[in-house]
């Protein structure tokens, strides 16, 4: 499968628990994006990158939110200390992001659903 | 006011119908646009683009209108697995180094009735 992928698929914790999401997205894309969807909502941009430089972040990514891309290949967004509210799936995304039309297009991985208790 | 916006719904159609479903954005900026495709639980599957006025592939119809600010999805003689939600995407770049930003609107709930 030459998808975007993304590990864990499920992840349940306690409050005050660090969590770490890993993502591996389609390998000719230069552009990483993390999103976060909660129910009847649709997915809010949280940061992206451009090979292994993060270009935007959200105002949504607090301080206890950080995400690396270090080879500019899989990526990683670690949650510190989770509170309930950070609940939701977390999608991450990959695009070819040459200054082309077309190459924009974000393909999306299955998410990580975390859940904390 | 968002910066998409989209009829929440839900929408239920009978089987064979036709549906349409509006959007607006609300940022001129906007370059390109996007209607994905989400079924519960699911992550977004692109469906079309739109990058001039519209596209149509199959049964799916995508107009854009941007003295209006708005895009439209027709779909023709819809079926069951056409149940989903569907998202409203625009895109635009938002700096001279190439930065860009993707806005979803929150969807609209389609669901296909035998």
């Known amino acids: 499968d030459t998808g975007v992928s993304q590990n864990p698929r499920h992840k349940i914790t306690k409050r005050g628990q660090n969590v770490t999401f890993r993502c591996d997205p389609i390998?000719?894309?230069?552009?990483l994006y993390w999103y976060r969807q909660t129910l009847g909502q649709g997915p809010e941009f949280l940061t992206y990158?451009?090979?292994?430089?993060?270009?935007?972040k959200s105002r949504l990514l607090s301080d206890r939110f950080s995400a690396e891309r270090p080879k500019g290949s899989f990526s990683t967004l670690e949650i510190q200390r989770t509170e309930q509210g950070d609940s939701a799936m977390y999608l991450c995304?990959?695009?070819?992001?040459?200054?082309?039309?077309?190459?924009?297009?974000?393909?999306f991985g299955p998410g990580t659903r975390l859940l904390v208790l | 006011r968002k910066e998409v916006e989209q009829d929440p719904g839900p929408f239920n159609v009978p089987e064979g119908a036709t549906v349409a479903f509006n959007c607006t954005y609300s940022?001129?900026?906007?370059?390109?646009f996007f209607w994905y495709r989400q079924d519960c639980r699911k992550e977004p599957k692109l469906l079309m683009s739109?990058?001039?006025s519209g596209n149509e592939d199959g049964r799916f119809t995508a107009q854009l209108n941007r003295a209006s600010q708005y895009i439209s999805l027709l779909i023709r003689d819809s079926k069951l697995s056409d149940s989903a939600t569907y998202l409203c995407?625009?895109?635009?770049?938002?700096?001279?180094?190439?930065?860009?930003?993707?806005?979803f609107g929150t969807g609209t709930r389609l669901t296909i009735i035998p």
């Open positions: 995304a990959s695009s070819l992001g040459l200054v082309i039309e077309g190459t924009e297009t974000q393909y």
């Open positions: 390998s000719e894309h230069n552009r």
């Open positions: 995407v625009a895109h635009r770049i938002i700096s001279n180094f190439g930065n860009e930003k993707l806005t």
């Open positions: 990158f451009q090979n292994e430089a993060q270009l935007e």
């Open positions: 940022n001129s900026a906007s370059q390109s």
């Open positions: 739109v990058y001039s």
